[in-house]
């Protein structure tokens, strides 16, 4: 299993054979390499899951927004307190 985290494209970064992508994650705007996609056509605005830099395959906002409340949840403190 592999931790996937989305972004949102910026815009497909000039030369690099078009492989690189400025992704936003959560407010942070990183370059991502698109080789490892079927399709590196990407338009801004669409989502994709990265792992480890790569993004590994296009999601649709409601995919990107599953994904963001899986991370959030495991960011989360566990409930100490016992059961009443």
């Known amino acids: 299993m592999c931790l996937g985290i989305p ?3 910026v815009h497909v970064l000039e ?3 078009g492989m ?3 992704v936003d994650v959560l407010g942070a ?3 991502i ?5 079927d399709d590196m056509d990407l338009a ?3 989502w994709v899951l990265i792992h480890m830099g790569f ?11 599953e994904a963001l409340a899986g991370l959030e949840l495991l960011g989360r ?3 100490t307190e016992a059961p009443a």
């Open 77 to 79: 403190a566990r409930d």
């Open 20 to 22: 690189l992508a400025l």
């Open 7 to 9: 972004g949102r494209v």
């Open 55 to 65: 993004a590994l395959e296009v999601i649709d906002e409601a995919g990107a927004e």
């Open 15 to 17: 030369g690099n054979g």
């Open 44 to 46: 801004p605005g669409q």
């Open 33 to 37: 390499n698109l080789g490892m996609l």
């Open 29 to 31: 705007q990183r370059p």
